[in-house]
């Protein structure tokens, strides 16, 4: 017997554990997130061995929809991210929801559907989960948490002690699209551009990367919040090594770089959501990005500086014209609720 | 180096990725939920081989410390509840943060605390998380998802399938306590009474009972929202059985029924955070009760009921004067945001 879904909104009632919480959870969201089992279950168990890796992470992006994805979108793939730049492949995700009464329905099973086909395209699959309603003003249409699994790829050895002087860096892609993206989206400037969100699972790239360098390669993260350049600090930091960019090789879209320019901001603390960076012996860096150069999707990945003994802890760029300039983590927050 | 967490709240750009964020997470989040690490990762890595359980839920409890507990001890007991009722020992948690912008970080601190302690003495180690602000009225103070991972009890046998006629119920102790709580707590209503949430790990109460009766141990779950109305309406429905209840059996502590009389509600919708419902072979149920209430926190444990051939897909409560009433699902949402 399949249960239909017909209330055109959210209300309190879907989220108290009763009969309307059914007829939400197995007349809307299980169809689309479990179409197999139709059962959003509070747990599920799966057989494992081997080295686990867990994640979770919440999104609060605003607005909900904007060119490229989705708060949906960024729920399924930046988790599943979280889980590739640790070196494991993505395996599965559990989805818990916080609704604001009065969503409106079509508004929901827009982002139910945007989750099932970014999984589908990330080849994890969704669990279970949880879904709470609060009251018309205690949120802002919909907050998405999501945790994810994955099973770490063993020829690996990730890890911040193995980074040393002379590695190289290298970065996936342009930078800045997501953030831009989502500032343009809202409207508050008088900008538009022809740009869209990078929101997109990166383990296939990881996962040719891994394959291909696997010795060489010693860490990874995405640059989410912060962008690049808090990433990179927080290395800097960590490791107590420096960082030297060169500044030309990092691929920026004219559209971000010319929205940042009027903005005041740099390109290098504007989140991404579909690119990494990778530390790689200096042995093996042209192989490495060479494989990602290959790859359709990292074809603008470049090797775009290198860890130094000189300048500890401290993140350096030598510019287009010969100089070169501190670059700090991010200060404040020029960009609110961008994932 | 130890960060010191300065500020009296919490601000936008603390959600950032940057500099403040860093601040927060390593000055105030990390130092209570990882004392050992004081690292805040995105993802944590362990060696695990069995059946793993996974599992998450979000918290959005109003007001967000009531008597018994608080928000984060929900956070912790709430997923850890849900490993344990799918037969899994709870092994690690990983804990995202939403919010509010302009919480005062002392709300905030005694919330890690709550949650560490949780975790302390439930057993299970928080291994990381995330924290987002959103902007003040977008949320109502913080909320809370926690994912969960546990290993799978493999001397367990749990199947709605195993399930039969003839099966008793157990309930591990008085129900309503946590609702309850929580609707005094608001002070919307012309009450008081002497009464604390129930909020706790089960999974002590559990592990004797699953050692107590492996085989006769058929299933198992918490009844939070909905209470124990919902959950075994649900089980009778997808079992297509009958349940039976003795209502005067049901322990309900004086002032849950008092409010509950008051208020026109059933103690068998109202919420519970620290009790769980199993299902058990006749045989073995006496053992099963006599183990529990030999316990310390489950001596109130009473046999409620029993799965019947008839009345398949219905919850019948014999009432104490030899009537009988159908107990349906919890309808509509007289007690919002309870967890």
Not at 184 to 207: H, I, M, Q, Y
Not at 276 to 282: H, I, N, Q, W, Y
Request: proline fraction near 4%; hydrophobic fraction near 45%.
């Amino acid at each position: 017997m399949m249960i239909k879904f017909h209330e055109t909104h959210i209300e309190m009632a879907h989220g108290a554990g009763g009969k309307a919480s059914r007829r939400l959870v197995e007349g809307l969201i299980a169809p689309h997130l479990m179409p197999e089992t139709l059962l959003l279950e509070d747990a599920a168990s799966l057989a494992f061995s081997g080295q686990l890796v867990f994640t979770s992470d919440s999104f609060v992006v605003k607005p909900l929809r904007f060119p490229g994805g989705s708060i949906g979108d960024l729920a399924v793939n930046g988790t599943v991210n979280d889980l590739a730049v640790s070196g494991a492949e993505p395996l599965a995700l559990m989805i818990s929801l916080i609704i604001e009464e009065g969503l409106e329905s079509v508004v929901l099973e827009h982002e139910l559907r945007a989750m099932a086909q970014a999984a589908s395209k990330a080849g994890v699959k969704i669990l279970g989960g949880d879904t709470k309603v609060v009251e018309h003003g205690k949120a802002d249409g919909l907050y998405i948490s999501s945790a994810g699994i994955g099973r770490y790829q063993e020829n690996l050895k990730l890890s911040m002690e193995r980074v040393a002087p002379g590695d190289k860096i290298i970065l996936s892609g342009p930078i800045g699209n997501h953030g831009i993206t989502i500032l343009l989206a809202r409207g508050e400037l008088d900008l538009s551009a022809n740009l869209v969100s990078d929101t997109r699972s990166v383990w296939p790239f990881v996962k040719v990367l891994a394959e291909t360098v696997p010795q060489g390669l010693k860490w990874m993260r995405d640059p989410t919040r912060g962008g690049v350049a808090s990433v990179l600090n927080e290395l800097a930091r960590d490791s107590a090594l420096g960082i030297e960019l060169e500044e030309e090789r990092i691929p920026v879209h004219p559209a971000v770089r010319g929205a940042c320019e009027i903005l005041g901001l740099d390109p290098l603390h504007i989140a991404n959501e579909g690119q990494f960076l990778a530390v790689v012996s200096a042995l093996e860096a042209d192989k490495a990005l060479a494989g990602l150069q290959a790859l359709a999707g990292t074809e603008e990945a470049q090797m775009i500086g290198q860890i130094t003994e000189a300048h500890s802890k401290t993140v350096v760029a030598k510019t287009l014209y010969g100089g070169a300039r501190v670059v700090d983590m991010l200060v404040g927050d020029p960009l609110p609720r961008i994932c």
